[in-house]
């Protein structure tokens, strides 16, 4: 997980599908707004556009099994994304 929690962007949208457990897309808003957390269950689409930092992380029961698609292997590689402003919990 790891890789996931630091924040990144890709050059495709990313869509992910939870299919069991849980987790959280953190996802940088407007500048007023700041980075804010998505809770996502079984059940759950979401699509982080191109290029909006994110990262991913697991809740406390640390279970999650989604799909992620993408429509290029490169949409998949994670472009670190460097944010002075951001700090993690
Ligand atoms: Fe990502």
């Known amino acids: 997980m790891k890789k996931f929690e630091q924040v990144h962007t890709h050059t495709e949208d990313e869509v ?11 996802i940088k808003g407007s500048d007023d707004v700041g980075y804010m957390d998505v809770i996502l269950s079984a059940g ?6 191109e290029n909006k930092p994110h990262y991913f992380t ?22 670190p994304y460097a944010d002075s402003s951001f700090q993690q919990a």
């Open 44 to 49: 759950d689409v979401i699509s982080v556009p």
């Open 16 to 26: 992910r599908a939870i299919t069991a457990g849980n987790g959280i897309f953190v």
């Open 58 to 79: 697991l809740m406390d029961n640390r279970k999650i099994v989604a799909v992620r698609l993408f429509i290029e292997t490169e949409g998949w590689i994670a472009h």
